[in-house]
């Protein structure tokens, strides 16, 4: 009897589980990448970045981004909770807020960034990544800013789209 009742209460929480997860549904926007740039974004200098972002069907945004700033010692590396995506083809406009930073007058401060995914393998051209500047508000990306991109060819970022159907 005991051990009917344990099978009963597991199978009513993985079906709790199952429930709480298809609501959150899948994402429908997706950008993600990391690397290094070899050439120098001006006002950052050498800079290595690793981010990760989604907004699922519901526009629900989450996703974190890392950043290190090795040519200036005024922003070093800092963490950043993404907040805003926006994808449009193979580009992506990313922002957040500054969680933790190494420099702590950083930390509240919001960023939006752009990002290019343009395409895998040796005959591709290099993947390309903005500045980031400081914004009013991490929901900025949503205006598509003209922000310039630089090429990252010792980076690889993936955007991706995906339509969900109506049934």
């Known amino acids: 009897m005991k051990k009917n009742v344990l099978i009963l209460l597991m199978a009513l929480a993985l079906v709790a589980l ?3 997860v298809a609501s959150a549904g899948p994402w429908v926007e997706k950008a993600t990448g990391g690397g290094t740039n070899s050439i120098n974004i001006p006002i950052y200098g050498k800079t290595s970045l690793a981010f990760t972002a989604q907004k699922d069907k519901d526009g629900n945004v989450k996703g974190q981004a890392q950043f290190n700033i090795h040519g200036n010692p005024n922003c070093g590396r800092f963490h950043v909770k993404v907040q805003c995506l926006r994808v449009e ?7 957040g807020t500054i969680i933790r930073a190494k420099n702590p007058k ?28 400081f914004a ?28 969900l159907d109506n049934n």
């Open 106 to 133: 950083l930390v509240g401060k919001v960023i939006v960034w752009q990002v290019a995914d343009n395409g895998q393998g040796a005959g591709s051209d290099p993947d390309q990544v903005s500045a980031f500047p």
């Open 18 to 20: 199952g429930v709480a």
């Open 136 to 163: 009013a508000n991490p929901c900025q990306c949503m205006c598509w800013p003209d922000l310039e991109l630089f090429d990252w060819p010792n980076g690889n970022i993936q955007v991706k789209e995906r339509r």
């Open 89 to 95: 083809g193979n580009e992506a406009w990313i922002g």
